[in-house]
């Protein structure tokens, strides 16, 4: 048997108080990864300044776009991880571990040498300002080096979410985060590194944080003979894994190419706004954080019971979670609104920096309970291995509404408030999501709880 009582059984019980027992250590856990980011921004807000700012701020979409393919596999195999269990198929376990291992250095590995190179061409895109180019480009290429350490801690959390198992992750963010925190002070106000500094301290801590949690599931889950080098590959594992998670990829991608596009908007409005950009995504990713865990536990929430056959639970989770991940969402963001200037204070003291962060707080936080909303039904329609509509919502939310508004509205209104199609596309993508309970699946899955009630 495996030995950990870490697992939460999603598929009996109540639903709300699982679902909330499973997303505490993420929620937890992504305020650690919050804090992550944030040591990095401020310290370097502290002791390097507004343009070192809005290097860090610029440099992170070259990263994601090339990441997002493949950290979207690896929710892939969280959701394969996650039907398995529902299904109590040991083998299956094993044989999707065993490749998705295999799979990782295939895929990280040259992804840190590719990067190298197209990096900074995607710089160039995204219109970097001059006063920027060179901190920017400087971090970039370090937090390539970390891909094999990013993806491999990805991984390895998203089948421990599979398997029930939330609360590792915490573990590993706690151990990522005292690293950074010490080898960002080390690096960056002790060495006078600057931002490759703060990027050195980012890539070191991921590597701790993948290399625990090598040994946390090698100790607590012995029967999925996980290992630290690749050694075999099933083929049919992988191409169920290809089958799920690379849809998952490519709409990230497309998505991630749409924010380059969304922060190339943002850097014609030169280093000041960027920075003031950079700043406000961190105060708002703070009142995010229940967002991803919820969304996490929805997915392993569905996953499980469509494996389990338990549609009454299906259909109650389906309605519940949502609500739920939205209403904490809006409290938290209406809070952090109010009181969002002497938080951003925090980050910096440049004035110019301050108006621009505050406006942008006060535009986009009050509507990101319909993100809420609109991610938590994606990640539950995902986890039920219906990946097709939830990827055509999220290419309309950003192709069709919130660029083409972003342009509008530096086109012909103020460049200034270019962050109000944030809000827009939010709203939007909420309203596509709701009508998916109004399509023949959902309806399929109602009949079928009606079946089992009767029965």
């Known amino acids: 048997m495996m030995k950990s009582a870490a697992k939460i059984d999603m598929t009996q019980g109540s639903i709300m108080k699982k679902v909330l027992l499973f997303a505490l250590p993420i929620c937890v856990g992504n305020v650690l990864q919050q804090l992550y980011s944030t040591v990095d921004t401020l310290v370097i807000g ?54 998705a291992i295999s799979f990782l250095f295939l895929c990280a590995v040259p992804l840190s040498i ?31 080096w970390g891909t094999l350490g990013n993806m491999g801690y990805n991984m390895n959390a998203g089948i421990l979410r599979g398997m029930g198992d939330s609360r590792a992750s ?64 099933n083929g049919t594992m992988l191409k169920k894994i290809v089958v799920i998670g690379l849809p998952l990829g490519l709409n990230s991608s497309i998505y991630s190419i749409g924010h380059i596009l969304m922060q190339s908007l943002i850097n014609l409005q030169g280093s000041t706004f960027i920075a003031a950009s950079s700043v406000s995504s961190k105060v708002t990713g703070i009142a995010n ?33 949502p609500l739920v991940s939205g209403a904490i969402t809006c409290f938290a963001g209406l809070l952090v609104t109010f009181f969002c200037r002497p938080i951003l204070e925090l980050f910096t003291r440049d004035q110019a920096v301050l108006e621009f962060a505050v406006r942008y707080i006060w535009v986009v936080l009050p509507f990101t309970w319909a993100y809420a909303v ?82």
């Open 374 to 455: 609109f991610n938590c039904i994606i990640s539950f329609v995902n986890g039920m291995g219906e990946i097709r509509f939830p990827t055509i919502v999220n290419i309309l939310t950003l192709w069709a509404v919130r660029i083409p508004c972003a342009y509008l509205i530096s086109r012909f209104f103020d460049g200034g408030y270019v962050m109000a199609s944030i809000s827009v596309s939010f709203v939007f993508g909420m309203v596509c999501m709701l009508s998916y309970f109004f399509s023949s699946n959902w309806k399929n899955v109602k009949r079928m709880a009606e079946a089992q009630q009767l029965g």
């Open 170 to 233: 915490l573990f590993f963010l706690l151990i990522s985060c005292i690293v950074n925190i010490v080898l960002d002070l080390l690096f960056v106000a002790g060495f006078g590194m600057d931002v490759g500094g703060a990027a050195l301290a980012t890539s070191i801590a991921m590597y701790c944080s993948w290399l625990f949690s090598i040994f946390y599931i090698r100790k607590q889950y012995p029967e999925l003979e996980f290992t630290f080098l690749p050694h075999r590959i």
């Open 46 to 99: 502290n002791f390097c300044g507004s343009v070192s700012l809005a290097a860090v701020g610029t440099s992170s979409q070259p990263v994601e776009i090339l990441l997002c393919v493949f950290l979207g596999l690896g929710t892939g195999v969280s959701i394969l991880v996650s039907q398995f269990t529902g299904r109590g198929d040991r083998q299956g376990q094993k044989d999707i571990c065993a490749t």
């Open 289 to 321: 954080v229940a967002i991803t865990s919820m969304s996490s536990a929805a997915t392993t929430f569905s996953g499980q019971n469509l494996g389990a056959g338990n549609y009454v639970y299906l259909k109650k989770g389906g309605i519940r979670i």
């Open 114 to 144: 590719l990067g190298q190179f197209i990096g900074p061409l995607v710089l160039r895109f995204m219109q970097v300002p001059e006063d920027t180019w060179d901190l920017a480009n400087a971090y970039i290429g370090i937090v390539f």
